[in-house]
């Protein structure tokens, strides 16, 4: 697939990550979708920016969409594409485009054919998606995931979102990244000096500092495995006098 | 404390939070902060509208807090205020505002009471704020928490999260939220119609519909609790038949 945003081919994907549901903003629930999908696409080498929780609710999510549409490669929506009336977000995402809410006629046949006698018309809503929005269907998997221009729509439930994901996982792919990281004894004021001067000279690094109990993680990231290796090994000579008790 | 933002005193205050920190957006590390404190604002009847996740970087970070602090009552942050290079978020508020960062004579004189000889420039680097912030001390806590207008500023180490909100949590105080709860033996597309009806004959109430392996929870929330329970037993009512095996 062609990148879809509005990111060139040279730098790399960005994605940002739209978590919809009154639930996680009550803290009723603690969202798991934000972690995994990072974590999935971090590993793929494509970076996600920005991330926004926002209450069912059409406005709420048609601005967060045209927001992040916008400025990211891609934009992965998890929750409000249920059958109930809390479920906002295909209404969300058509207001953001300027789209009307259709009946897909495949959709609609996927739901006929599996239930039969037994669909409702709170099941055929589960059919209506923005107009023109594309269906990605993957061997195996019964339900496509709905796509309107760079923006994915995910359900909500971690479990279907974890075998979703997997079924679109191929669309995502940049130069994937390394991690190396130690740990200090020390607190974060000590190591500051040496971590400043090391960050200054690995610009091409991403340097992280995290006090982590009685220690301080320090992780080094970059799109190059050995070159990433080769600045721990340097940072751990630095930081020698620090040595963890491993 | 008066309110602060921008919201009206007849309305509930509303709350954002922002969350700074590249691990969150690469998925090393998952988030506990934002289901604590939306959790804790819920109870107290402060609304959080919106949550957003921030990589360690100045502007975006001040562009957030433009965005945030201008159509919310409150915005907590928490991140990205240790002394290591990768540590933003002073730097990021400040830009938002306009304000200069300036050492705090305040902080200065604890972190020189509290570690004598031992204090480095990194550790005076945490006595470096916007100019004008307001320092927000509670009896018995040694740091306080800085305060720029209408944004509260928190470390992001969970527990010492608890820590600082503990201190600044009279603040926050709306109308309190009750939620009254029932879990149903059915898929949401069955109990669709039926809480349809029902939502629409409670606009004051907030109904939320959750699958949960098998079953559905609903929840029921409102700033009336005699209401929430009177509107609970009447949904109990209507869903009799689905009655999920306790």
């Given at each position: 697939m062609a990148r879809p945003g509005g990111a060139s081919v040279s730098s790399s994907p960005t994605a940002a990550i739209l978590l919809v549901g009154n639930e996680l903003l009550s803290g009723r629930v603690r969202d798991e979708n934000l972690p995994f999908l990072a974590a999935e696409l971090w590993r793929r080498g494509v970076r996600v920016t920005r991330a926004l929780v926002v209450r069912d609710d059409v406005e709420a999510i048609a601005r967060a969409v045209r927001e992040l549409s916008g400025e990211h490669t891609y934009v992965i929506t998890?929750?409000?594409?249920?059958?109930?009336?809390?479920?906002?977000?295909?209404?969300?995402?058509?207001?953001?485009?300027?789209?009307?809410?259709?009946?897909?006629?495949?959709?609609?046949?996927?739901?006929?054919?599996?239930?039969?006698?037994?669909?409702?018309?709170?099941?055929?809503?589960?059919?209506?998606?923005?107009?023109?929005?594309?269906?990605?269907?993957?061997?195996?998997?019964?339900?496509?995931?709905?796509?309107?221009?760079?923006?994915?729509?995910?359900?909500?439930?971690?479990?279907?979102?974890?075998?979703?994901?997997?079924?679109i996982a191929p669309r995502f792919s940049g130069r994937p990244l390394h991690r190396g990281q130690i740990e200090l004894a020390a607190e974060e004021a000590e190591i500051a000096p040496v971590l400043d001067r090391f960050a200054e000279e690995h610009p091409d690094l991403e340097v992280g500092s995290y006090p982590d109990g009685p220690v301080v993680l320090v992780t080094v990231e970059g799109p190059d495995r050995e070159g990433v290796e080769r600045a721990v090994e340097r940072l751990r000579r630095l930081t020698s006098r620090w040595r963890a008790p491993s």
């Amino acid at each position: 697939m062609a990148r879809p945003g509005g990111a060139s081919v040279s730098s790399s994907p960005t994605a940002a990550i739209l978590l919809v549901g009154n639930e996680l903003l009550s803290g009723r629930v603690r969202d798991e979708n934000l972690p995994f999908l990072a974590a999935e696409l971090w590993r793929r080498g494509v970076r996600v920016t920005r991330a926004l929780v926002v209450r069912d609710d059409v406005e709420a999510i048609a601005r967060a969409v045209r927001e992040l549409s916008g400025e990211h490669t891609y934009v992965i929506t998890t929750g409000g594409i249920g059958p109930t009336h809390d479920d906002r977000t295909i209404a969300g995402v058509a207001q953001a485009f300027g789209l009307r809410v259709v009946e897909d006629p495949t959709l609609a046949s996927l739901i006929r054919n599996h239930l039969g006698d037994r669909a409702t018309p709170a099941h055929f809503r589960m059919a209506r998606i923005p107009e023109g929005a594309a269906l990605e269907r993957e061997p195996g998997s019964r339900w496509p995931v709905v796509r309107v221009r760079n923006v994915f729509l995910l359900p909500g439930v971690p479990e279907l979102v974890r075998r979703k994901f997997a079924a679109i996982a191929p669309r995502f792919s940049g130069r994937p990244l390394h991690r190396g990281q130690i740990e200090l004894a020390a607190e974060e004021a000590e190591i500051a000096p040496v971590l400043d001067r090391f960050a200054e000279e690995h610009p091409d690094l991403e340097v992280g500092s995290y006090p982590d109990g009685p220690v301080v993680l320090v992780t080094v990231e970059g799109p190059d495995r050995e070159g990433v290796e080769r600045a721990v090994e340097r940072l751990r000579r630095l930081t020698s006098r620090w040595r963890a008790p491993s």
